[in-house]
């Protein structure tokens, strides 16, 4: 059984930084591709940034030169670096494991409020 539990998120102020992290277990991190994505209200999820089992990265545009994500494959744990952050960036965030079939697994969702 895969499980993943995020933490991190919180209220900030408008140019500030949070880092979101994502415990997994049930499953051998280190070849699945992990990502986080992100549902504000009335929008849907969006992919904010993903890491490949080797390390690779995308990012959504809107979030690029800001967030960083990256992966502890000793913790199985994958993290979510986000800084300059803007009201706009307010939202659910996710972690989710990829598999051959999609995006399978997720979290529970951490809150992230940016103030401006």
């Known amino acids: 059984q895969v499980q993943l539990v995020e933490s991190g998120g919180g209220l900030v102020q408008a140019g500030g930084s949070l880092r979101l992290s994502c415990a997994a277990s049930?499953?051998?991190?280190?070849?699945?591709?992990m990502g986080w994505f992100r549902q504000a209200p009335g929008k849907q999820r969006e992919l904010v940034a993903r890491?490949?089992?080797?390390?690779?990265?995308n990012y959504a545009d809107s979030v690029k030169g800001r967030f960083t994500i990256s992966r502890d494959n000793a913790k199985n744990t994958v993290y979510l670096q986000m800084n300059s952050l803007k009201p706009e960036d307010t939202a659910v965030y996710y972690c989710?494991?990829?598999?051959?079939?999609?995006?399978?697994?997720w979290g529970q969702g951490t809150q992230v409020t940016v103030s401006s």
């Open positions: 890491i490949g089992s080797r390390g690779s990265t």
């Open positions: 989710a494991q990829g598999t051959s079939t999609g995006w399978d697994y």
């Open positions: 049930g499953s051998i991190f280190s070849i699945k591709t």
